[in-house]
């Protein structure tokens, strides 16, 4: 019913034609028993006018079924897209937080699996919905046949459809709890896949994982879908077995009772006959259908924002005229989790102005990540002020604010697509620029604003990532450990020449760094310490560290 109620709000008007078509091809297959009954049985007319009828009849029927089924199959193809995109706009509007407590697993089981069982029930509604419609219209002519024998199988049918009711809950619930299991696979296949490495290496731990993680896994899995199936199984012969057992009733009722004269028990029975395939190609769909309807529910649970189609979040400009950012007694607290403490930064007190370059410093797991996720607005503030030259933000200019920052974050995700400033595409010499300041000229070719190809060493791709971050020319750029993975001449290349042509272009940038030797080319330094920040004398720590250098030597 969920998945009609969706199709239903979609496409009210595709889904009424396709019923209508249905119910035709239904009402005209009905036709042709009751066409053969009446006048191929008993012929009234000349039997050529008699034959050109019927060909006619099942032309329609041809004409009327195909027309149905093209419509369903076209409909259901089309839901399964739009659910598609619709999907991924929704996560791509989802915020950070609510992702990261999803965790990439279970989205990617709701992106695969969950609209690929859609697409099976969508595939199999089109079957399903013919012969519902055929078979309320056939027991119709069959009530039409004769009210008595048709209250006696109407009893006999609802005691089956009573049974098969039980058994459909057994095999809903054998899908469900299959369908659970599947967000483990999934994270089976992640750590398969992103691990490769480690258990390349480490032959133990890949047998370790495969049987202690991976196959409880999948053989629970597959003994929740078999059993499914077994169920369903049962279900199919027990509706098999009775509408068998329903001709032998009529039989008995017609000639045994006297309810029915041998003509009436003929067409009865034959009609009957004709409604076993599709009643049982209906409970072959069950399973399908069920398995939409438990990807639909599992799509709901991920509690996503509501689709909408636009990407506009432009509220207010913040990126122009921008002269200072100052967080006031600002606090962030990781939302709950099993089984660990949850972090918290703040309160914070920073100001932020433009054209500076600001280094910050910390132990790890201090907090420095959680803070650069804070300032950027990937994560709202739970406290406390955030201004902008001085007027306090609110929660609907977070999405406006974000687009003040550019980033390099240390799992950054290198896209091969360049865009230049507001999503247009960069100067091909704006790349090239950049590309021979980060000594990539010769290594990276990049074609109509693509990067053609990314195979790279770690160094080189955080390079990328760098230009990337340059062309989307924002007023604020923040780095997290950027330089870490650089050899030492780039390193300091980055520091006194890169940092520095930033700064002289109008940049104001936050870089997390570990490297103290560099502390002189920011304006400031701070450091994160267990969530809180403090303002540091960088030239004192510089002489320090020069002093300890010293004693060590
Ligand atoms: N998604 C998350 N959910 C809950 N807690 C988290 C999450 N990410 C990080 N933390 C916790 O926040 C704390 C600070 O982490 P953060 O990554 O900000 O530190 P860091 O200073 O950047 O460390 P490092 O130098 O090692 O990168 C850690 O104790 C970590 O356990």
Redesign the pocket.
Known sequence: MTLLRLLFNRFRWALLSVLALSIASAGLSVGVIAFTNERMLHPQNELSSTLMLFGGLLAAVFVIGTASQICMTTLGHRLVYQLRRTLVKRILDTDLERL?RLGPPRLLASLNSDTSHLTSAFISLPSAVYGLVLNLGGFAYLAWLSQPLFVATAGWMLLTVMVGWLLMRQTHARIDAARTIEDSLYEDYQAALLGRKELALNRQRAERFYRDEFEPHAAASRDRETAADIFNGFNENWANMMILGSIGLVFFLAHGAGWADHAVATTYSLTILFLRTSLTGLIAAIPSLIGGSVALDKLNSLQLPEYRPDFSDLPRNLTSNWQALTFQGVRYR?PE?EG?NR?EVGPLDLTLKAGEIVFLI?G???????FTRLLTGLYPAQAGTILWNGSALTEPDRPAYRRLFSTVF?DFHLFHRLLGPDGSDPAPEEIAYWLERLELTHKVKVGDGRLQDSRLSQGQRKRLALLAAILEDRPVMVLDEWAADQDPGYRRRFYTELLPLLKAQGKTVLAVTHDEHYFDVADRVVK?DEGRLLEIDSHRLRTESTCVSQLVQ
Do not use: D, I, R
């Open positions: 990261e990781y989790t660990s972090f910390g790890n797991g201090s907090g420095k990540t959680t240390s994160m």
